[in-house]
């Protein structure tokens, strides 16, 4: 088993649809990061969530709502979303406290 | 405005010679830096990381030298393979705040 799997690992949603992006690790790790990665730009840190407990929210519009329901399970549930969206969402666990990231394979999310 | 940065968007390079990534960052607050390789419909993956109190690191082939003067660190690859074709990431961090990625270099190792 990979160390930080994401599901659906490509995702196509209108404007009007609801969605969910899941992220579960296998690593024991206690922190977990959801990234935008738009092309040509740089990973973009959206949410923190340290032991469950949301630590960082860098300005992300509401249309994106993180749960970390446990230390190994995030989900970022996606509503009403914008065309300029479309990006690679990628999730990563640490341990707190250690510097290194482990990251997932990403979801493509292509909004119409 | 970005704070680490990576002006090359892509690097060719022959096999078996040196190739050397640059990175560049703005924040003197940053005391932890690392380099992150990314194949296509994978994640990005840890290569390897130099805290500031150092000047160079090694690990195999790869080596990553600081110049906290300058502001740069540059990733050295040698002998290049056609394997480390990839996007190479670099990152700044220093406590308590988080990691902040440059735009990437893509590499391609011409064999």
């Known amino acids: 088993e990979t160390g930080v799997t994401q599901t659906p690992r490509h995702l196509v949603m209108g404007m009007t649809n609801k969605k969910s992006l899941k992220c579960e690790q296998h690593l024991g790790h206690n922190a977990m990061y959801w990234y935008k990665q738009s092309a040509k730009k740089p990973l973009e840190l959206m949410f923190v969530y340290n032991f469950k407990e949301q630590t960082e929210n860098n300005s992300v519009p509401s249309r994106f709502s993180p749960e970390c329901p446990n230390s190994s399970h995030l989900f970022l549930h996606l509503h009403t979303l914008q065309p300029e969206d479309s990006a690679l969402y990628l999730c990563a666990s640490s341990q707190a406290g250690e510097e290194v990231q482990y990251f997932g394979a990403g979801t493509r999310l292509s909004v119409l | 405005d970005q704070q680490v940065k990576q002006n090359s968007p892509s690097l060719s390079v022959q096999e078996g010679r040196i190739s050397i990534l640059n990175c560049d960052y703005t924040n003197s607050m940053f005391d932890y830096f690392l380099w992150y390789k990314k194949y296509p419909a994978e994640g990005p993956t840890f290569l390897i990381s130099?805290?500031?109190?150092?000047d160079k690191n090694e690990d195999g082939r790869f080596t990553v030298f600081l110049n906290k003067s300058a502001k740069h660190l540059s990733l050295h690859i040698v002998p290049s393979q056609p394997g480390d074709s990839a996007v190479y990431f670099c990152a700044a961090y220093y406590y308590g705040q988080n990691f902040v990625f440059g735009p990437g270099t893509r590499l391609s190792v011409l064999p």
């Open positions: 130099i805290s500031s109190i150092k």
